[in-house]
């Protein structure tokens, strides 16, 4: 096997399996380490919206999904709203076999994968990258960043992510299914509220269907057991049985300083961007893989590095749409505080036309800003609607 590449990836995440198979489908000799052995266990929700399933493309064909979301269902103050679009705004899959399918294909497109093996240390220098493994150096012209959250190679390239901008997300698996089809949001506010969200500092819970159950999941700036035990408590209150103690990992909600240097870059979670409103983050990730991934076969191609324009772009783009995030997040809390909440909810349940729009979202069809043009100016007939 090579020991010099035109790109190592190192992390086999979404992010990182992306990123390594574009490259290595456009002709690039490409590297993708992995710390653990595959298959392994990952902490996450499991929710693949239908805008993050297209970006993998032909890699993504294949995958075992667990179930499809075609509607939402919000529950507050002890009453249910429920919302069906009529289309698929995305399915499940297991975050275990949605990392091993990806590599899988990565591999087939050329990608030397390398398992069990991890980055203890990267020094760039003017003309290339030098990785340090436990079992050997390899050299590489650029370095895709993939390692998560924890990666210590993108903090002391890139500058730490800013200041309490981590948070922890905490997901657990319910062996019951609760509402098949449907993606369950519960808001702690209204009357009856959900104590155990509000004291554990978790603004909504999530609920995904699966095949066989049902996966309970929110984010909290709370230590990781507080914020567990809040979704057993709610897990009881939904009469779901918990499979399990339930895991919890580090979301970076905010970017680091950097994104990239002259030869490495960072994708995903290492670059920090998932949403600070859900804690979603494999569609940024999945979008960052691409940019990434073209600008390392631009740099390729071009014989000199072209880094600066993949900064840029994503900072843009990541940066709006997490703007758009903390903006959502405050609304709602302000919607709930002030008791607008319910009926903007039951206008909803009357309102097709505003459901479709947020389907279109889903699916890419129409952006963020273009959904609030739709949505905003029909919020007085929503409310008027909610009030009957």
């Given at each position: 096997?090579?020991?010099?590449?035109?790109?190592?990836?190192?992390?086999?995440?979404?992010?990182?399996?992306?990123?390594?198979?574009?490259?290595?489908?456009?002709?690039?000799?490409?590297?993708?380490?992995?710390?653990?052995?595959?298959?392994?266990?990952?902490?996450?929700?499991?929710?693949?919206?239908?805008?993050?399933?297209?970006?993998?493309?032909?890699?993504?064909?294949?995958?075992?999904?667990?179930?499809?979301?075609?509607?939402?269902?919000?529950?507050?103050?002890?009453?249910?709203y429920i919302y069906r679009s009529?289309?698929?705004?995305?399915?499940?899959?297991?975050?275990?076999?949605?990392?091993?399918?990806?590599?899988?294909?990565?591999?087939?497109?050329?990608?030397?994968?390398?398992?069990?093996?991890?980055?203890?240390?990267?020094?760039?220098?003017?003309?290339?990258?030098?990785?340090?493994?436990?079992?050997?150096s390899l050299r590489a012209k650029?370095?895709?960043?993939?390692?998560?959250?924890?990666?210590?190679?993108?903090?002391?390239?890139?500058?730490?992510?800013?200041?309490?901008?981590?948070?922890?997300?905490?997901?657990?698996?319910?062996?019951?299914?609760?509402?098949?089809?449907?993606?369950?949001?519960?808001?702690?506010?209204?009357?009856?509220?959900?104590?155990?969200l509000t004291e554990a500092g978790?603004?909504?819970?999530?609920?995904?269907?699966?095949?066989?159950?049902?996966?309970?999941?929110?984010?909290?700036?709370?230590?990781?057991?507080?914020?567990?035990?809040?979704?057993?408590?709610?897990?009881?209150?939904?009469?779901?049985?918990?499979?399990?103690?339930?895991?919890?990992?580090?979301?970076?909600?905010?970017?680091?300083?950097?994104?990239?240097?002259?030869?490495?870059?960072?994708?995903?979670?290492?670059?920090?961007?998932?949403?600070?409103?859900?804690?979603?983050?494999?569609?940024?990730?999945?979008?960052?893989?691409?940019?990434?991934?073209?600008?390392?076969?631009?740099?390729?191609?071009?014989?000199?590095?072209?880094?600066?324009?993949?900064?840029?772009?994503?900072?843009?783009?990541?940066?709006?749409?997490?703007?758009?995030?903390?903006?959502?997040?405050?609304?709602?809390?302000?919607?709930?505080?002030?008791?607008?909440?319910?009926?903007?909810?039951?206008?909803?349940?009357?309102?097709?036309?505003?459901?479709?729009?947020?389907?279109?979202?889903?699916?890419?069809?129409?952006?963020?800003?273009?959904?609030?043009?739709?949505?905003?100016?029909?919020?007085?007939?929503?409310?008027?609607?909610?009030?009957?």
């Open positions: 096997m090579l020991d010099s590449y035109d790109v190592i990836v190192s992390g086999a995440g979404p992010s990182g399996s992306r990123a390594a198979f574009l490259c290595a489908q456009a002709g690039l000799s490409t590297a993708l380490l992995e710390r653990r052995q595959l298959p392994r266990e990952k902490c996450c929700a499991g929710g693949l919206l239908a805008r993050a399933e297209m970006r993998l493309g032909e890699q993504g064909r294949g995958l075992p999904f667990e179930s499809g979301v075609e509607g939402l269902c919000i529950v507050m103050g002890g009453r249910t009529g289309r698929e705004l995305g399915r499940t899959v297991v975050r275990r076999d949605l990392d091993a399918h990806l590599v899988e294909q990565a591999r087939k497109a050329g990608c030397h994968t390398r398992q069990a093996t991890k980055a203890e240390s990267v020094e760039e220098t003017a003309s290339e990258v030098l990785v340090r493994t436990e079992s050997g650029y370095l895709v960043l993939a390692e998560g959250a924890s990666g210590g190679s993108a903090s002391r390239l890139l500058g730490e992510y800013p200041r309490g901008s981590v948070i922890n997300g905490a997901a657990l698996f319910c062996r019951d299914r609760l509402s098949p089809g449907l993606a369950t949001f519960l808001l702690p506010g209204g009357r009856p509220g959900i104590p155990e978790a603004g909504i819970c999530a609920a995904f269907p699966m095949r066989e159950g049902t996966v309970l999941s929110t984010i909290s700036r709370q230590g990781s057991g507080r914020v567990l035990d809040a979704l057993r408590s709610v897990a009881g209150r939904l009469s779901l049985e918990p499979c399990g103690e339930g895991c919890a990992h580090p979301i970076p909600t905010a970017m680091r300083p950097r994104l990239a240097t002259r030869r490495c870059l960072a994708v995903g979670d290492c670059a920090g961007l998932a949403s600070p409103f859900s804690g979603e983050g494999l569609t940024p990730a999945l979008e960052s893989a691409g940019l990434a991934a073209e600008a390392v076969i631009s740099s390729v191609r071009e014989g000199r590095p072209c880094l600066a324009h993949y900064d840029r772009a994503l900072r843009s783009r990541a940066g709006r749409d997490q703007l758009l995030a903390r903006l959502t997040g405050e609304a709602v809390r302000l919607a709930v505080k002030g008791g607008w909440a319910a009926p903007i909810l039951a206008g909803l349940e009357r309102d097709p036309y505003s459901i479709q729009a947020a389907a279109a979202v889903a699916a890419e069809e129409d952006g963020a800003r273009r959904f609030l043009m739709r949505t905003l100016p029909r919020l007085p007939v929503t409310l008027a609607k909610g009030a009957r």
